[in-house]
């Protein structure tokens, strides 16, 4: 392959893989950190829902047996 046409092809590929990467930058994207936070929040506030919702005894309150 001439050395010319080498060039021109790869100056063409350049320009083709820029504009390529500037329409991926501009993509919208949706985090996906905040659809792990959403989740674990909405896992905790499941798990809160399971426990039984009555007083607990401390360590140093007086029992009554």
Same mark, same amino acid.
């Given at each position: ?6 060039? %021109? ?10 504009? %390529? ?45």
């Amino acid at each position: 392959m001439h050395p010319d046409t080498h060039l %021109q092809l790869h100056a063409a590929r350049s320009t083709e893989l820029r504009r %390529q990467a500037d329409e991926f930058r501009l993509m919208p994207r949706t985090p996906r950190e905040d659809l792990r936070t959403r989740l674990g929040w909405t896992m905790v506030e499941l798990g809160l829902r399971l426990i039984p919702n009555r007083p607990t005894l401390s360590a140093h309150s007086p029992r009554t047996a």
